[in-house]
């Protein structure tokens, strides 16, 4: 039992429901509804395991008990080191603070002291020099001592310099006289030798990389006039061979050059800003700006068409990669200036910049007019304008050279998507290499050739070509009306246009002069391609209708009154010819043309249909059955026009559809009808226009049952 008890507790999850079943089951071997059940028993088995939890609890809380006093017994063990860690560090901490009260008070009398030996010093170093420079003075004074081996001993090149430069100054303050004039040409003579040897031995140093050696020569050459002359010398070997590899980018190894040549400069130079402003404007002078001109002139020698591009392309290739160089190298923190880098940039380039904005606009002019040429000479003969010829001399000559009425083909998607792409590539140049009023100018003008080769040239051409091939205006066949092609080819291009103007062009001229005239110009160029249209849709329309008139035209008089009644269940022939070739032009129509153009010139088509069916209904007299007939092709034009998608049209057509219903109303009826529907609104001049077609109109005395109340 006490094993079965500790199993449990020692179990990850005490669960005492558990416990409880398997004291149950092992008491009783599983027999608790055996008639042999003996409750005592199990009573017995579990105050057995109670006792067993009891004494564990017992032994659980004294070993709770011991653990508590070790660990207390353990704190105060921790606790009392802690202090003490803590008295000794409040302890240190003053020693400390002691101590460096200590070494303040030193240093400031030593720094006391110090003072007081340079003072006592100076004076007396100077007065050695003063006695020093003196000597050597008198020497080069007097025209009888030869001093033309003075200063020879390279060992003692610093001792020399530093009495030559003080020789140099005195002399410089002594007036011009004779007595003076030789030993000046003496003293200039050894001053621009030792000057030499010290710019010479700074390059021994230098090729040896001893920096220590090269930094006390600058310090020597810092008071002579070929300072400079070091610095350039120290730059020029620092550059040397850097860039004699022709695979290596210009452009990105120079950064890698400041980095290491700078570290040096600030090790060995006391002002380390103008060394390295030095060294700037020598890697852009004497190594950026002859790549530059290298990589250029080739194609400048040969202006065609495509070295042009090249050039532009390089041109921006190099300013882009030169404006970058300028701005990770502005992070360095080179000059005051903060314009310094962007000065050098605009150095290297303003040759080129100063002619880059004929280039750019010549060049894309020619790619225009190349494009359009292609254009012009597929289908293998030229279409190109011939000098001195107008458009028309154009159509008229197409027209003679082709057999259809417009060759679709001549409105090119691709043309558009080419001119708009090399705009594209001339903006991202002209936005990089051109700045200020430069810039808008440029953009303007880049723009200007873009409207006038697409929609000057290339749309306005193929509408005018498209407009004049569209048939006369009474055709004998079935027009087939192309020009709604054009129209479409039109729109797209005219929105690949204007899209192009407001997401790139507008930002890049808001606010400026530039803006005003190319929106001025853009309105008259696209003015002038809505009129084409607009005289285009006219003239299609009339040939449309007039195509419908001639079918019209071949009913007769005497198809309206016929001698014996007809039996009419549908439209005429003539009817169905109409209807089938007013939807073949619906379709064409919807097919090319979208949103508000579409409904505006199938509301003039509505109208002008209308209108002429008005028309072709009082060019005939109706006996019943004749009228009938009318009847029945009127009902089928008003289908028709619901196709017009206009509810004026439709309601025209209804109208029409209730007067022409007048031609077979019984007289007896008549006075009622007028009065009904859309008849009701009508004027009774109107109502009997469309009565008097019949003829019983003066037999029935119609007239009277109209007019009379």
């Known amino acids: 039992m006490e094993d079965l008890v500790l199993a449990s507790l020692d179990s990850e999850v005490f669960d005492v429901d558990n416990l409880i079943e398997n004291i149950a089951y092992k008491s009783t071997d599983g027999n608790v509804v055996n008639d042999n059940f003996d409750p005592y028993l199990l009573e017995g088995k579990f105050r057995q395991a109670m006792s067993i939890l009891q004494d564990y609890q017992v032994q659980t809380e004294q070993n709770i008990k011991h653990l508590e006093e070790a660990c207390e017994k353990e704190r105060n063990t921790w606790a009392n080191s802690v202090a003490q860690l803590e008295d000794l560090y409040q302890s240190t901490y003053t020693g400390q603070q002691e101590l460096e009260m200590r070494i303040s008070v030193i240093s400031t009398k030593v720094i006391q002291i110090g003072h007081q030996l340079e003072s006592k010093s100076n004076p007396r170093q100077q007065l050695v020099d003063a006695r020093t420079t003196a000597k050597y003075l008198e020497r080069f004074l007097d025209a009888n001592d030869d001093v033309s081996l003075m200063f020879q001993d390279a060992s003692k090149l610093e001792q020399a310099a530093h009495i030559i430069h003080q020789l140099y100054n005195v002399l410089q303050e002594l007036p011009d006289e004779a007595k003076f004039t030789d030993a000046k040409t003496k003293v200039k003579e050894r001053y621009m030798a030792i000057e030499e040897d010290l710019l010479l031995e700074f390059s021994r140093a230098q090729v040896r990389n001893d920096k220590k050696a090269m930094k006390k020569y600058i310090k020597l050459l810092s008071k002579f006039k070929g300072h400079n002359d070091c610095i350039q010398n120290f730059i020029t070997d620092c550059l040397k061979g850097y860039f004699d590899n022709p695979?290596?980018?210009?452009?990105?190894?120079?950064?890698?050059?400041?980095?290491?040549?700078?570290?040096?400069?600030?090790?060995?130079?006391?002002?380390?800003?103008?060394?390295?402003?030095?060294?700037?404007?020598?890697?852009y002078t004497e190594k950026i700006a002859p790549y530059v001109r290298d990589q250029l002139e080739p194609y400048v020698r040969n202006p065609d068409l495509d070295n042009m591009e090249k050039y532009l392309q390089t041109l921006y290739t190099l300013h882009k990669k030169a404006t970058k160089l300028s701005n990770d190298l502005q992070t360095q923190k080179i000059s005051d200036d903060p314009a310094f880098l962007h000065k050098l940039n605009q150095h290297v380039f303003k040759t080129y910049l100063k002619t880059y904005s004929k280039y750019e606009l010549n060049c894309l002019e020619e790619k225009f007019q190349?494009?359009?040429?292609?254009?012009?000479?597929?289908?293998?003969?030229?279409?190109?304008?011939?000098?001195?010829?107008s458009i028309t001399d154009i159509i008229q000559q197409r027209l003679l050279n082709t057999t259809d009425q417009v060759d679709e083909s001549r409105f090119s998607p691709d043309l558009a998507a080419a001119l708009l792409n090399d705009c594209r590539i001339a903006m991202t140049r002209i936005t990089t290499l051109s700045e200020g009023s430069e810039a808008s100018e440029n953009i303007l003008q880049c723009f200007l050739r873009l409207l006038n080769a697409l929609g000057g040239q290339h749309i306005d051409t193929e509408l005018q070509f498209s407009l004049q091939a569209i048939p006369g205006p009474e055709p004998k066949q079935e027009p087939d009306i192309r020009f709604f092609h054009a129209i479409l080819q039109t729109n797209n291009s005219i929105q690949l246009i204007e899209r192009y103007f407001v997401m790139d062009i507008a930002p890049l001229l808001l606010g400026t002069q530039q803006q005003t005239i190319l929106l001025q110009t853009k309105d008259k160029v696209f003015g002038q391609l809505e009129e084409l249209i607009n005289v285009g849709v006219d003239k299609a329309l009339l040939c449309i209708v007039g195509y419908a008139r001639n079918i019209l035209n071949e009913q007769k008089r005497s198809d309206f009154k016929p001698e014996s009644d007809l039996f009419i269940t549908e439209c005429s022939p003539i009817c169905k010819r109409v209807v089938r070739s007013i939807d073949t032009q619906i379709i064409r129509l919807e097919q090319n043309v979208d949103g508000k153009n579409l409904i505006a010139i199938l509301n003039e088509f509505g109208l002008r249909f209308h209108r002429l069916i008005i028309d072709h209904v009082f060019k005939f007299e109706y006996n019943i059955s004749g009228g009938l007939m009318m009847l029945q092709d009127i009902s089928e034009y008003k289908k028709c026009s619901k196709k017009f998608r206009n509810s004026t049209v439709e309601q025209l057509f209804s109208i029409l559809h209730a007067l022409v219903n007048l031609l077979v109303v019984v007289p007896d009826n008549l006075r009622q009808v007028i009065t009904e529907g859309h008849l009701a609104s009508l004027t009774r001049d109107i109502i009997e226009s469309f009565v008097q077609l019949r003829t019983d109109y003066k037999s029935a005395r119609l007239h009277t049952m109209i007019s009379s109340d």
Do not use: M
Request: aromatic share 6%; net charge negative.
């Open 247 to 283: 695979n290596i980018d210009i452009f990105s190894s120079i950064p890698q050059l400041f980095v290491k040549v700078s570290e040096l400069i600030n090790e060995l130079f006391d002002q380390p800003e103008k060394v390295i402003e030095r060294l700037i404007i020598t890697v």
């Open 370 to 389: 190349v494009h359009l040429d292609r254009l012009e000479s597929i289908g293998g003969h030229r279409r190109s304008k011939p000098t001195g010829l």
